[in-house]
């Protein structure tokens, strides 16, 4: 699928391994709109500081985007290296320097490797194609086992607009937001106020409910590019009707590639839902939602396929929110095996059973004292998970 | 060793399994000074309801303790259960039933098996014994792979004092508490104020600094009985000299226990403690030291015997606390890897590495922002973990 005015480019640079993509490059031939959201971590890798920076003016034509190395803790240094990338970009595609961003993940604390980025640009370059999303896609992967990416087209005021989007991500995730690169293109005319509002909010409901394994990093950034070349009538107001088809598309994509890194979570065999209602109010059920869903008992038992519900409310009982334990309901599935905090016996925990065998299943928990209701996405947490981090430095 | 006034009992009632030891008994000759400590867990056992409720008298004479069944989630039937248990211990004993203490641990929401403890009952009290401790501290054993006792003896006022402790906990330990149960018995002659507040401080420099898995329990209760058979002078005033010893003792009984229980940590294969300094304040060093230990991500490295300190400062990163990342320095052991937020290349990490193959070591975080000091001890996150979580219905 095209995104008018769109071109990418990816490349095998050896910033890590030999022969394996590594390097990114999306253009767009006329500067675009271009919102941000970042990690929230106390430690920024140098791309993340870069960009906040040059974000300031809602503009951007390129990323330039690495796997292979966080480029983070890397000081003075690797403040210079992100410049340096961003220059040589600037220079190759004849734009302004500061219209471009840069992305990195990987390693933290080793030093990024500009001369193989420098070496690699021209083919970087030529490579550029409408066509190649998702070569990027795949050069940013690093633990993930899928690359992941998301296409839609709309119709805005008569006009097709289209959208893709592209993340990588698998562990060290949990919001606010997963150790992950999302970056969302679109050839939607939209101005900076609204784009901002309505990557934010998209952000919200989809990256921000995804949990693997509860840590955060110091590279995530999800980044929105509208560069208006589909023409349609300007979005400029967030309580016209255009609006709200662009914010639900881009909800849409934000929220299959949240179900898809998830999926994708190192070591991960299933995808669990933990929706978690009749709460005082949303907050609270949402509280509920990530302590469970945060659990390394509850996702070990999950592995297990064990419907060990004694941890699923021993987590509960952690959250710090209040509740009255003797009115709890929790359902794997539409088996109800807790009625008012009891078990409802081995029977009924053994057809629950069988909905744990199953790839993905959603865990519904009432309180049954508010109208309060929310939902969070995590995976089991498997032997892998552990293989996988002891080996793997990231 | 021999607490004066004490004895003690245990037996395999076939609670959960045949053949093991699962059920236990604490008795003193008199009544005693008890304080207690309980779950912060908004969901908790019937155990540890009925005995909040008894310690309002702030006397028992007697614990009776079982593994194999938490009765928790058990409803009116389960408080019914505890109760009967207390019971039959007092009639055995002819002593008052609000002087009997209750406690279980083992698998969440299945009923406790009264039957097979009436059965046992008199065989229970038959056992008693003032060598007995080492049996008891076997019976309350679930994942743990050893027993955890110590022993201390100290002089008070010219009188000869003892205090023994025996604890059981391996999985689902996070602060506050850990799941544990943890039983200390003294001859001491002390007040209920003092006694009371002496646990209190003893339990937050122990027990409420260790961390396995980030879970926590609806069993957890340290119980500390003081039967006053040392006759030594009455310990009623907490600026007496007398209370510094023996809160001394108390607290390094805890944290001798505390080791025990991070050491045998589930699928624990090294024991390590994160110091935090130069924090602004020491609560900002306690959140800092508790969000890498607790760091799923860091774990499973120190169990790879990676020195990936970009984990480190990645968890430190998301604990919500305001530092420089630029000022941070990260010793493993002696060895100091990063400074200035900087990795000191590959040789020093390369040292660092072989003190990561040491069984236990610390990591020290200095911040260089102020005099706040914590520590906080965890474990590796191994393979066998989730194995053990996986198969083991807890």
Redesign the interface.
Known sequence: MIIKGFSSSAVAAGIKYADRLDLGLIYSEMPAVTAGVF??????AAPVLLDQQRLKQGRSQAIVVNSGC?N????AEGLEAALETTRMVAQSLAIPEELVLVSSTG????PLNVKAIEKSMGKLIDGLDPANFEEVARAIMTTDTISKTSYRTVEIGGNEVSFMGMAKGS??I?PNMATMLCFILTDARISFTELNKALKDAVEQSFNRITV??????NDMVLVLANGAAENPWIDNDSNPDYQVFQDTLESICAELALKIVSDGEGATKCVTIRVCGAKEDKDAEMIARTVA????VK??F??E?A????I???????G???Y??RVDIAFGDVVL?R????CGPEVEERASSILRERAFTVCIDLKDGAGCEEVHTCD???D???I???Y??
Chains 1, 2 share one sequence.
């Open positions: 990690t929230t971590s106390q430690v920024k966080a983070a803790c890397t000081g390693v933290i604390g080793l562990g060290m949990m394994d509860g840590d955060t990093s110091t945060n659990s390394n008992l070990t038992a592995f297990g064990d060990n519900w004694g941890r409310i021993a987590a509960m009982g952690r959250s929110v209040r509740f334990p003797d807790v008012n905090g009891q078990g947490f498997s032997v998970y552990v293989k981090n002891a080996d430095r990231s």
